[in-house]
């Protein structure tokens, strides 16, 4: 909307950058307590994904296929960043493998809901970037994005480490997964506005049921 010149971005951007790697040290420092920093820890994962961040804004959006993956890795990058920050011991093998597993779920979601977005933006993005509707046709990104969706949700019907992972009784994931499911097979068939923010609706369902789940385990 032009209320902020570019340089008063970039000096916000900044400070946002420079606030990230002061909380990192500290939630560092309060993890650690006092033993030795592990040599790659959680304020080296904050600077790798400012750094990703940064070149994302100056360049790497433009790129083929790169934004969708970027956007899908820093989507996760704070499930995988919370097993770094529990690297003191504070995190069992167990709570890390969940985390490792929902951020194997949540990469290619995000990755989807970015494919759908291009198709959107395309009018947009014709002649300043290289995303995947410009370069295979809207019709083919529909198609690979929804193909994503479904690999995951196909994960989630049959293999028994996620119901393990999300057991509860009450069955609040079974529910969830019941509503979901058929909300993103249902996207698919609608026109692309309806069926992405459709799409959008049915990860935050499934979503909610994966927290609760973990939240009542936690009883």
Known sequence: ??????????AFC???SMM??????????????GRPPIPFGFT???????????????RMQKLFLIKNLICGWLAVSPLIGATLLGGDGSL???VAAKLYRLAVIGFPLQVSREILKDIED????????????????????KLIAYSLVAAVNAAMLCLAHYWTMFASTPPIYAVTVAIGVPMCIRAA??????????????IYVLLAGMITSLLHQSR
């Open 1 to 10: 909307s032009q209320r902020i010149t570019l340089r008063d971005g970039w």
């Open 14 to 16: 900044t400070f946002l």
């Open 20 to 33: 990230s790697i002061v909380f990192s040290l500290i939630a560092e420092s309060m993890t650690m307590r």
């Open 44 to 58: 080296g994962w904050t600077l790798v994904n400012l750094s990703v961040m940064t070149g994302y804004a100056l």
């Open 92 to 94: 069992t093998e167990e």
């Open 122 to 141: 395309v009018d947009i993005d014709r002649g300043t970037k290289q995303t995947l509707p410009l370069v295979v046709g809207e019709r083919t990104s």
């Open 189 to 202: 068939t609608l026109p692309l506005v309806k069926g992405q923010k459709l799409l959008k609706n049915s």
